[in-house]
């Protein structure tokens, strides 16, 4: 059976500077088997040929919030109601699961200081150019989860595509 996952983020990664007006960090992945991939993209395109007229439009949920670029119909409120309901439904009704984290960087810095921002930047690196030595991927490394044969790759990192 293939799966497909789809990652987005939400908010800034960064632990340097925290927006008190949204001072979280979400990563967001939605997998689905192959055939509910193709199911829920039928779905969208309809909504998006119903709403926009064209499947061309990209659903950005801050354009859609803003209602700015083709979302601007959005601002009549029966229309935002019918997009939205139908929208909805599609999510509600779609076959995926949802797997996430998130961080409210505020309490995260003052619990765990800045770890976790020194150990994602080696693994950058390695990720960038792998036969690059870079000492402190090498710490890191040691650190990933592993499977039962002590194996991280596909385990404590996976690296798309």
Same mark, same amino acid.
């Not at 997009?83 to 409210?104: D, H, M, P, R, T």
């Not at 619990?111 to 950058?124: Q, R």
């Given at each position: 059976? #293939?799966?497909?996952?789809f &990652?987005?983020?939400?908010g800034?990664?960064?632990?340097s500077?925290?927006?008190?007006?949204?001072?979280?960090f979400?990563?967001l992945?939605c997998?689905?088997e192959d055939?509910?991939?193709?199911?829920?993209c %039928?779905?969208? %395109?309809?909504?998006?040929?119903?709403?926009f007229?064209?499947?061309?439009?990209?659903?950005h949920s801050r354009?859609?919030? !803003?209602?700015e670029?083709?979302?601007? #119909?959005?601002?009549d409120?029966?229309?935002?109601e019918?997009?939205y309901?139908?929208?909805?439904?599609?999510l509600?009704?779609?076959?995926?699961? &949802?797997?996430s984290?998130g961080?409210? !960087?505020k309490?995260?810095?003052?619990?765990?200081?800045?770890?976790?921002d020194?150990?994602?930047?080696?693994?950058a690196r390695?990720?960038i150019?792998p !036969?690059e030595p870079?000492?402190?991927?090498?710490? &890191?490394? #040691?650190?990933?989860? #592993?499977?039962?044969?002590?194996?991280? &790759?596909?385990?404590g990192?996976k690296i798309?595509?």
């Amino acid at each position: 059976m #293939k799966y497909r996952l789809f &990652v987005d983020e939400s908010g800034d990664p960064s632990l340097s500077s925290v927006n008190a007006d949204f001072p979280v960090f979400v990563l967001l992945g939605c997998l689905f088997e192959d055939s509910a991939y193709q199911d829920i993209c %039928t779905e969208i %395109t309809e909504l998006k040929k119903e709403f926009f007229g064209s499947e061309h439009a990209i659903l950005h949920s801050r354009d859609i919030r !803003k209602c700015e670029g083709v979302f601007v #119909k959005l601002f009549d409120l029966n229309v935002k109601e019918k997009f939205y309901k139908k929208l909805n439904s599609i999510l509600e009704n779609g076959n995926y699961i &949802v797997i996430s984290v998130g961080i409210n !960087k505020k309490e995260f810095i003052e619990k765990y200081g800045k770890i976790a921002d020194l150990c994602a930047y080696p693994v950058a690196r390695h990720i960038i150019n792998p !036969k690059e030595p870079y000492p402190a991927y090498d710490i &890191v490394e #040691k650190k990933f989860r #592993k499977n039962s044969s002590g194996s991280f &790759v596909g385990y404590g990192l996976k690296i798309f595509p």
